[in-house]
């Protein structure tokens, strides 16, 4: 009879002979991965890799992203923004573990990000380059910025009367109303309504409709709203529709884009001016007003403070001219102790007018001298 | 009333430039003052009404406030 171990003894060998073979090493693996179970509390992932030959599993093994390595599933939702679970294929560096009691699982130590990222933004990457090579007079890409028709369409200089484009009932129309209404300054506005389901795959044609809709009474409005709340990656794919995005980038009104998060930047956002969120667009067109109340505030202020100094200038003139004139006038003179001479009731300015002989009179402060001229010299007295 | 923002905007911009360049003599002051306050007065009520109640507002003459202060 064969030699009876413990199963410990058992489990310490195959702990062996894996650490024989796999300690110190780490693999690259591309896999489909399912049963996502995170724990965010405690920072941990857990998860199974899983190899399919049609609907056959044939390969099939537990994995785990511990604490020190949990911030690489922050990081791929963050870059992605799309939710890490069940489904997706990833390509990650793992270690192999046993443990005597839980088996054997790869440790994930690090996802290789571009490898997950690649498969969604090549599709996004061809549609770009086939709008900006189809499209040279209404799209161009210069220094990794799309430089767009619509873009190029400057802001009227106050936003009041909004097109707004959403779906109904939904977070984005919510938040952008809200904020456009309860704006801090109390501006008014007129926020006409453009609502169309914006998910699914049916959705960036009604949303080409809905534009043709505005399109067709453009005057009405100074400009178009395009808000989504948030939402996965593939929700925004309509966003991300050829024609759609060529219909945005030849639009004749500046249209402010708020599709999803901070964090998502999609086709039809690159052909308009992004503001990233419903809220913030609001808040941007509320700013925008803004600006421009700030300008007017600032010619208010200049115009009638420059106003105030003329007049306070023209008056102080006016009492330096009342000042002057009475300080030249006669009887300051006068009461000075100067005289004034006439002959022939003419002021003498000039003495050579008077001769010997001549009769003149002095006027003095209450008093006239009437004299006659005997003699006259030369001026030697130092004055 | 056919004035428009954009119109307020230069027209005052244009007094401005006038006032401060010397150019507004004393005579035409009251009148230049009234003008300036006109489009100031324009574009406060524009702001906060929408477009068919803006004539009212200026006959109205509500006062309007700002409740942010400027930069």
Request: glycine share 4%; net charge neutral; proline share 2%.
């Amino acid at each position: 009879m064969a030699k009876r171990l413990r199963l410990s003894e058992l489990v310490n060998e195959i702990d062996d002979a894996i650490q024989n073979r796999f300690a110190g090493e780490t693999f690259w693996i591309t896999a489909e991965i399912t049963d996502v179970k995170k724990q965010t509390d405690k920072r941990w992932c857990f998860l199974k890799f899983i190899e399919k030959e049609g609907h056959l599993i044939t390969a099939e093994i537990k994995g785990v992203f511990w604490a020190n390595t949990f911030h690489n599933v922050e990081k791929f939702e963050k870059l992605s923004g799309q939710t890490f679970a069940s489904g997706l294929e990833i390509t990650c560096n793992v270690r192999v573990r046993f443990h005597k009691r839980y088996g054997i699982d790869l440790e994930v130590l690090e996802i290789d990000h571009t490898y997950s990222l690649g498969k969604l933004e090549l599709e996004k990457q061809q549609t770009l380059d086939r709008l900006v090579k189809e499209n040279p007079k209404l799209i161009r890409l210069i220094d990794g910025q799309y430089f767009t028709s619509n873009k190029s369409i400057e802001l009227p200089i106050v936003l009041q009367r909004i097109a707004l484009v959403t779906a109904p009932n939904s977070d984005g129309q919510r938040d952008f109303k809200q904020e456009i209404e309860n704006n801090q300054y109390g501006y008014a506005f007129s926020v006409s309504e453009f609502l169309t389901q914006i998910q699914g795959d049916n959705s960036s044609k009604l949303l080409i409709q809905k534009l043709k809709m505005i399109e067709a009474e453009k005057e009405n409005f100074d400009i178009v709203a395009i808000v989504r709340g948030g939402g996965s990656q593939t929700d925004f794919k309509p966003f991300d529709d050829y024609e759609l995005s060529k219909y945005v980038a030849s639009f004749p009104l500046p249209i402010l884009t708020g599709i999803g998060h901070d964090r998502n930047t999609s086709i039809v956002d690159l052909m308009a001016r992004q503001h990233k969120t419903p809220t913030k667009v609001a808040t941007n067109i509320v700013e925008h007003n803004y600006n421009f109340e700030s300008e007017i505030m600032d010619f208010k202020e200049r115009f009638f403070e420059t106003a105030e100094s003329l007049i306070d200038e023209a008056k102080d003139n006016l009492l330096q001219m009342k000042r002057t004139v009475k300080a030249y006038s006669p009887t300051t003179i006068l009461n000075k102790g100067y005289a004034i001479i006439t002959s022939n009731d003419q002021i003498i300015i000039n003495p050579k007018d008077i001769k010997v002989n001549t009769e003149i009179k002095t006027i003095l402060k209450n008093e006239l001298i009437h004299s006659t001229v005997t003699k006259k010299s030369k001026n030697e007295l130092d004055i | 009333m056919n004035l428009t923002y954009n119109k307020a905007y230069n027209d005052l911009s244009k007094l401005v430039d006038q006032i401060e360049d010397d150019k507004i003599q004393l005579d035409n002051l009251a009148d230049k003052v009234k003008q300036a306050k006109e489009l100031i007065d324009f574009c406060e009520a524009k702001l906060r009404t929408i477009d068919k109640d803006v004539k009212a507002a200026l006959t109205d003459k509500k006062p309007t406030t700002r409740k942010k202060n400027r930069l």
